[in-house]
């Protein structure tokens, strides 16, 4: 039985091994948990294999104290040709029913959110990648960190 026991603590831990080749990783703390309009957050980031498929995660903190199930947020994309993109998005951060979403202890919440998953780059060079909150409100409460995670899943 010790031994069936074992094997399987190992089986699980080999196969809960995340491979993924991590390209880039960045998180910025939110000064006091206040986003302003203007705080701008910026992610740099190299792609030198194009034939490559990615997956862009963005990762947000945010108190158990905040006061919506989502955040608006305005995103800038700028390629290496100096072109440039933005859209809007809504991150979901709890269900309708009001449970967080994500890794929560009683004061705050960590959420991983795929943006793009799939990815495959279309030019080498360098991407930037900027977070505007987009908000009805000036000042943000709750959200007291962002960051952006480039990888390249490994099954």
Partial sequence: MRNLLLGFILL???????????????????PDALWSYGDVYDYTFEITDTNEIYLLLLYLEFSTEY???NLYTQIGTTYP??????????FELASNT??????????????????????????????????????????????????????????
Avoid: H
């Avoid at 004061?107 to 908000?135: A, H, T, W």
């Fill in 81 to 90: 040709n100096d072109s440039t993109r933005t859209d809007v998005l809504s």
């Fill in 12 to 30: 699980v831990g080999i196969v809960g091994c995340n491979n993924d080749e991590v390209i880039f990783k960045q998180v910025d703390t939110i």
């Fill in 98 to 155: 009001g449970a967080w979403y994500g890794d929560c202890n009683t004061r705050r919440c960590e959420l991983n959110i795929p943006l793009q998953e799939n990815v495959k780059f279309q030019m080498p060079g360098r991407y930037r990648l900027s977070f505007e909150q987009y908000m009805r409100e000036e000042v943000v409460e709750g959200i007291e960190g962002i960051g952006l995670k480039v990888v390249v899943p490994r099954p």
């Fill in 67 to 69: 006061n919506w199930e």
